[in-house]
């Protein structure tokens, strides 16, 4: 639940500033193509019984976050479209091609395993950003922190399960998150004096100003004086 709550905290800035700015909506779309098939995969129609009430619930709740992510990016809502039209065909295949519980799950969670490694590996293209910008500001540290914690905890429970379309997915998660963590871990340092050398240039270029502004009256003062002894010797000549 952690791993889908934890764009709160980046949208809560991008609200207060009223721009997404660097942020890709890319890891929002496939987070929610990954719920919606999971949440389908957990429920009766493909698993048998409740067996996977947990991954239904979860990833159930997840929809309702991603939605309300995807709806701050006005232009994002058309490539929605697409994720839901292949979402409707994955649940039509299984429900009326697939006759048996074991062969639903086989194909729903083959389609889920490839939308969770497309979802864990998304946010490649933020990693990307920051090894060529050195910076990690449009890298979120809560998601990958989160996302890494929630892979691990999700790929041991469900390895006691035997569960290879859940435990799978998630090794990919962790070994994503661990990638990320150690970028941020790297590049965090390299932001931080990059921002104390701006702050160092910005009052650098105050104290210019500061100077400037206070030699403008020394030079007003100065030109009556200069003006007046001027007079002073046009008279005595």
């Not at 991008?14 to 389908?40: D, H, R």
Request: proline share 4%.
């Amino acid at each position: 639940m952690l791993l889908y709550a934890a764009p709160i905290l980046t949208f809560r800035r991008v609200i207060k500033k009223g721009n997404v700015e660097e942020f890709s909506c890319v890891p929002y779309i496939l987070a929610l193509f990954n719920c919606l098939l999971y949440t389908w995969y957990g429920l009766p129609v493909v698993s048998s019984g409740w067996e996977n009430l947990p991954v239904a619930t979860i990833n159930g709740v997840g929809i309702l976050l991603e939605i309300s992510f995807i709806g701050i990016y006005r232009f994002a809502l058309q490539l929605v479209l697409p994720v839901l039209a292949l979402f409707g065909l994955t649940a039509a295949l299984s429900s009326f091609v697939a006759h048996t519980h074991h062969t639903r799950k086989v194909f729903v969670g083959s389609v889920g395993l490839v939308a969770s490694i497309s979802m864990y590996s998304s946010p490649m293209v933020a990693a990307k950003r920051v090894i060529t910008t050195k910076s990690v500001e449009f890298m979120p540290f809560y998601l990958s922190l989160f996302s890494f914690l929630s892979s691990a905890l999700w790929m041991i429970y469900w390895l006691l399960g035997r569960d290879f379309f859940i435990a799978s997915p998630n090794f990919i998660g962790v070994l994503m998150g661990m990638l990320h963590l150690l970028l941020y871990c790297i590049y965090r340092r390299g932001d931080g004096a990059a921002a104390e050398a701006e702050l160092r240039v910005h009052g650098a270029a105050a104290g210019q100003e500061k100077g400037l502004k206070a030699a403008v009256p020394m030079a007003v003062q100065v030109q009556p004086q200069e003006t007046a002894a001027s007079s002073r010797v046009n008279q005595n000549v």
